[in-house]
Each structure stands twice: as C-alpha cells, then as structure tokens.
C-alpha cells in the first residue's frame, strides 16, 4: 500500500476510532454518574454534547468539497426534495423493520430501544432528533463520505481529467458510510434500517455538498419516529 493511499484511509479511520471510543466511554462515565437519577438517555445526550465539538474539529480540518455559494432557486428546490423524500422514506422504512420478525430476536435492538425511550418526550426529542444528527451527520457524511470522495478530485478540473475515478469515488463514498453508519448501530434491525437510509443520505450529501441537508434530513425522519411512537 502506497503512503499517499495510505494517509487518506488513517484520515478516515481515525476520526470515526476517536468518535467510537470517546461516544462510549462517556456514556459509561455519565452512566456511572447519573444513570440511577436521569436515566440512559440522559446519559447518551451528555455524550452527544461532549462529542459534536470533537467531531466538528475534525469536519473542518478535512479536505472535502464544500459549497460556500449561497442557494438560489431550483437548487433550495433539490435541498428540500431531498430532505422531504428521505424523511417520507426513513418513517416508512422504519415501520417497516420494526414489523419484521428480527425485532423480537434481536437483543441489541431491545437495548438500544430501551435506551433511546427511557426519558420524556422533550429529552428525546432533544437527544435523538437533534444532537444524535448533528453528530453522526458531521461523522459519517461529512467526514467520513465526504473525505472518500474527494479521492476522486476536489475540483471540477479533476474530474474532467478522470470522470470514472471521480464517479468511482462517490458510489464508494455513498456505500461506504451507509455501511459503516448500520454496522455501528450494533444490531441486525437498525443496520438494515440505518445502512439503507444512510445511502440515501450519502446521495443527498455528494448531490448538495450542504451538511445541513442531510442533517435536517436524519433530525426530522427521528422526530417523525418520536412522535408516531410517543403520542
């Protein structure tokens, strides 16, 4: 493996190695504090709030294509068509994996349900439908997406000297992250649910290079889910 290959992989690895070690051990941390007195949720959204600064450092040290130009028109219109699409895509699918026979066998899932429920209405709105986003959006779109398509060239030059790396490049990085973004959800049901909205997140990330697409798209399908299943 050449040392250029090999730098860009490390400048992906570490920075998702530093969110899963730090996201985890914090809950713990805040578990052994709190848990008994808030509950697990709380504790998860103190570890979201310690973790966004970390993770957004990151996002801008890294080189990836970003738009700086203001939206105009028909491109608010492709904005929010993917947020509205991916929203109506994310609550149908998630009541779809959360009918399937895996979510009664599945023991990560139960933990991890039981986790994200065991607070009020506010608190998980709070945790689950706006940090949680913001965090895994800066992690596995805008770091971990982005970074692995601008293998591919960060200018339009580049890409006009090797179309077929660069679109090469953005499939893997759509892939990649959706992949990487189910696996780290540690149970069958939501790697199923998680891997395929994360492809279409990546899509609506390497179609806009606008962050806060899809982090408005991955907030609002949780704040759908919340309400559907709290109310």
């Known amino acids: 493996m050449n040392t250029k290959l090999a730098r860009r992989i490390f400048e992906v690895v570490y920075p998702l190695f ?3 070690i730090m996201y985890y051990c914090l809950q713990l941390f805040f578990a052994s504090l709190f848990i008994d007195s808030f509950g697990s949720l709380f504790c ?13 450092r990151f996002y801008r040290k890294v080189n990836i294509i970003r738009s700086v130009e203001p ?10 068509g993917w947020i509205i699409g991916i929203v109506l895509l994310g ?8 009918r399937l026979p895996l979510a009664e066998v ?8 039981q986790i994200l429920n065991d607070g009020s209405l506010f608190l ?5 439908a706006c940090l ?24 339009p030059s580049k890409w006009e000297e090797n179309p077929m790396l660069h679109r090469g490049c953005i499939i893997a990085a759509v892939v990649v992250s959706a992949l990487i973004f189910g696996a780290l959800h540690m149970n069958v049901v939501q790697f199923l649910y998680a891997g ?6 990546g899509a609506a990330y390497v179609s806009t290079h606008r962050l806060w697409v899809v982090i408005a798209a991955h907030g609002l399908t949780n704040l759908m889910v919340i309400l559907a299943t709290s109310l």
């Open 18 to 20: 530093t969110y899963y």
């Open 44 to 56: 998860l959204c103190l570890a979201a709030v310690c973790c966004i600064p970390v993770q957004y």
């Open 71 to 80: 939206l105009e028109g028909r491109q608010w219109l492709i904005c929010i």
């Open 91 to 98: 609550v149908a699918c998630n009541l779809a994996v959360s």
């Open 106 to 113: 599945s023991e990560g899932y139960e933990t991890t349900s």
């Open 124 to 128: 998980k709105i709070l945790t689950n």
């Open 132 to 155: 949680v986003p913001v965090l895994e959006e800066l992690l596995y779109r805008g770091i971990i997406c982005g970074q692995i398509e601008a293998w591919g060239g960060v200018s």
């Open 196 to 201: 395929f909205l994360g492809l279409f997140l």
